[in-house]
């Protein structure tokens, strides 16, 4: 595994290598995250295992066998980096808690069972309770870690997922998984979102940001090339975004501004804005209402900013005669390069 320096690095600055193989053998890493901190690092494997990695000390800090197939996404609960989620090929999601773990034989405080199929992604909502899971039985499942499922309802998964005999990468969608509407004995989701196609490849859901929508909408790729948005309450969709021509892997919607990022298999990144012409013409309502005041509330905070920035550069110029902003944006010939300043001369 590397570690890429974010800017990219200078003179031929190289990756970081992170020894992450504890106890030796070769695997294949499925899934990582870092920590709220920064501290450390989270991976899933293909032979089944979680493993945890400390950047500060540059070695391993716990590795664990936590599913009976791959380990296709994981995820820190919280920003304490105490509580782990897992979802794997078993179609389980498992909830850790690491000051309790035995790392020699590691067991659940809690196990999530109830689709049909492996699951391809998961998602935290950041309030420790609530997570969602993607998988390849065609929805999405909204999750309470505070209502686990018991023994019966993990033999009932373990059961409809050994029964599959169909390649997601390859093969069309089965009948009977777009055809099933009922639960699984011992279901304990809370909520069971359909009208996406996961097929190919390892397909990504989110919650949709706080800061801008409240974390109304579940959103997701789709493997017919669109962009699918749920309304959380209902489990309606809400809105069908369309421009790509391939499988969507990926989606994320900007923490703050009216914006979506989109990655797809036509080898094409496409940016979704409120003013997008595909965006706008195909988005309800409530989905314009969404993205329109996320950007307006981005802009409000830029604004916010630059007033504040404007008032710094007067408040030097009053106390200093005029010389204290000649150290913002100064240019190679000494003259100030800073438009708000030239504004402010005017």
């Known amino acids: 595994m590397r570690l890429f320096p974010s800017t990219g690095g200078k003179n031929g600055t190289r990756a970081g290598h992170l020894q992450v193989c504890l106890g030796g053998g070769r695997f294949c890493v499925f899934s990582l995250t870092f920590s709220q901190d920064s501290s450390e690092i989270l991976g899933g494997t293909n032979d089944g295992c979680l493993f945890v990695y400390d950047l500060d000390n ?6 664990i066998k936590g599913h009976g197939d791959d380990v296709n996404s994981v995820c820190f609960a919280d920003e304490s980096s105490n509580i782990l989620y897992s979802g794997g090929d078993d179609g389980l999601c498992k909830v850790w808690d690491r000051r309790t773990l035995n790392e020699s034989s590691a067991k659940p405080v809690g196990v999530l069972a109830g689709h049909r199929d492996g699951i391809t992604f998961i998602d935290p909502k950041g309030d420790s309770r609530h997570l969602i899971s993607n998988s390849k039985d065609q929805t999405i499942k909204l999750w309470d870690v505070r209502m686990f499922s018991n023994k019966t309802a993990q033999r009932n998964t373990f059961r409809a997922v050994c029964e599959q005999n169909w390649d997601y990468r390859r093969d069309s ?8 509407k009922s639960l699984l004995e011992g279901d304990t989701s809370v909520m069971t979102y359909r009208g996406h196609t996961v097929l190919q490849t ?5 919650f949709s940001p706080a800061f801008s929508t409240g974390q109304r909408y579940i959103y997701t790729g789709c493997a017919a090339g669109r ?3 749920y309304d959380i309450l209902t489990g309606k969709i809400e809105s069908t975004l369309n421009g790509h021509r391939a499988c969507v892997r990926d989606v994320s919607w900007h923490p703050y501004r009216g914006e979506l990022v989109s990655c797809s298999w036509d080898h094409s990144v496409l940016k979704w804005t409120q003013s997008s012409h595909v965006a706008d013409d195909l988005a309800t309502p409530s989905t314009r ?9 981005a802009e409000r905070k830029e604004e916010s900013l630059v007033l504040r920035r404007s008032a ?3 408040a030097q110029r009053n106390g200093a005669g005029g010389e204290g902003s000649r150290d913002i944006g100064v240019g190679a010939g000494g003259n100030s390069s800073n438009p708000e300043e030239e504004e402010e001369r005017g």
């Open 312 to 314: 710094r550069i007067a």
């Open 202 to 206: 390892l397909i990504r859901c989110r």
């Open 173 to 180: 969608v089965p009948k009977h998984l777009t055809q099933t």
């Open 58 to 63: 540059k070695k391993g800090a716990l590795k």
């Open 289 to 297: 209402d969404a993205l329109s005041r996320s950007r307006s509330l």
């Open 227 to 229: 962009i699918v948005l």
